[in-house]
């Protein structure tokens, strides 16, 4: 792929994964109607670090009091964010090991075009549903273990193409009354300790099975990853203060309707 291509890819895909509209749908259009060749597992990768690093650059208050938090604690002083800390690093265990025995014994039997297609429209009308009834009453402080691991469990049913990972634990957030600005906070916090545990592993596939490094072009695409990233997060947070995710549900469901076109072959490229 040409240096262009790759740097549209790591925007698009970063800007997917950050918005609550999922990735899959996105580079599967681009792929099939640019006829683009798909990433390799460096790629991949690399696009993985600088969406983590976006993420945590976003969010450093928050991960900078909780490590504060932490080491209060350790010293016998409690704290709330000490607390979250713990939450978070709890809701992670079911989340990967659900996660890893779910990529191991049924990913290859859901990775369609046409599962993708419908996970799309239903994950866009589920975040309609969830943000339009869901009251709006609970922040990232008001959480506790049974929602931080109900929301974390939502990057397990993003497993399914076309779900997306933050726009599932994003919807079921809402679903547990989070204000919009605090369902994308708590999403983005849960999501960091499992990317970091899947980039590990990414990574030590990488180089002892694949036998394979990250070049710098590759490189190039994760710091393009993590600025769209960091932008994005920005844009989402701003204009959820002020509004709803409508725009996103609209987008997810004509990306949806053209995803089940090109899967039916309605249309043909």
């Known amino acids: ?13 970063s800007l997917a994964d950050v918005f609550p509209i999922g990735a899959d749908g996105h580079t599967a259009l681009v ?36 490590v504060v938090g932490v080491i209060r604690a350790a ?12 939450q978070i690093a709890v809701a992670a265990i079911p989340t990967l090991g659900l996660g890893f025995a779910f ?60 779900i997306g990972s933050a726009a599932m634990s994003i919807t079921l957030a809402r679903l547990l009354g989070f204000e919009r600005g ?35 072009l590759n490189i190039l695409c994760g710091v393009a990853a993590f600025f769209a990233a960091l932008i994005g997060l920005a844009i989402l947070m701003g204009w959820l203060r002020r509004a709803t995710f409508a725009p996103f549900v609209v987008v997810r469901l004509v990306l949806g309707l053209a995803v089940l076109a090109l899967a039916y072959e309605w249309v043909t490229v």
């Open 1 to 13: 792929m040409a240096l262009t291509q790759l740097i549209v890819l790591a925007v698009l895909q």
């Open 31 to 66: 792929y099939v109607l640019l006829h683009w060749a798909t990433p390799d597992s460096a790629l991949r990768l690399a696009l993985r670090i600088g969406l983590l690093l976006g993420v945590m650059a976003y969010f450093w208050r928050d991960l900078a009091d909780m």
């Open 75 to 86: 010293k016998g002083k409690r704290n709330a964010d000490a607390g979250l800390a713990l």
């Open 103 to 162: 990529e191991y014994y049924l990913a290859g039997d859901w990775q369609t075009l046409h599962v993708a297609a419908w996970a799309i429209v239903g994950g866009a009308l589920l975040l309609l549903f969830c943000d339009r009834m869901s009251m709006t009453v609970k922040r990232v402080e008001h959480a506790t273990y049974a929602d931080s691991i109900v929301v974390g469990l939502g990057q397990v049913i993003a497993l399914v193409p076309g």
């Open 182 to 216: 605090h369902a994308v906070r708590l999403s983005a916090l849960l999501s960091i300790p499992v990317s970091a545990a899947v980039i590990a592993r990414d990574a030590y596939t990488l180089v002892t099975v694949d036998r394979a490094g990250i070049s710098n």
